[in-house]
């Protein structure tokens, strides 16, 4: 059984840092593409972060809102994608999902991607 267990999120001042992680079973983590996304209050979800398979190159990319403050990185042997988040603003806040495509490559697909349930990030002073 595929399933993705987000935790990490919690309530930070701006300017701070959390990190998230997410640990997958039932797949190998690797052999795919895998990606953060996140949902502000009424708002659409959001691709924030993309790791692609080891295959791939484990190539990073970030939305601009978060290029340079925000890491994705994976741990093979603990089967965990994490998601280093610096320098946070109020925008930031939002309910931060793991997502698992089936390809190699990014950007996950969200139609086509296994999901955690989220953790939710509340940036305010």
């Known amino acids: 059984q595929v399933q993705l267990v987000e935790s990490g999120g919690g309530l930070v001042q701006p300017g701070g840092s959390l990190r998230l992680s997410c640990v997958a079973s039932g797949f190998t983590l690797d052999y795919f593409a895998n990606a953060w996304f996140r949902q502000a209050p009424g708002k659409e979800r959001e691709a924030v972060a993309c790791i692609s398979a080891n295959s791939s190159g484990a190539s990073q990319h970030y939305s601009d809102s978060v290029k340079a403050r925000f890491t994705i990185t994976r741990d093979s042997a603990r089967s965990m994608v994490s998601l280093q988040m610096n320098n946070l603003n109020p925008e930031d806040t939002g309910l931060y999902y793991c997502?698992?495509?089936?390809?190699?490559?990014?950007?996950?697909?969200?139609?086509?991607?296994?999901w955690g349930r989220g953790t939710q990030v509340t940036v305010s002073s």
């Open positions: 997502a698992a495509g089936w390809s190699t490559v990014c950007p996950v697909k969200e139609n086509l991607a296994n």
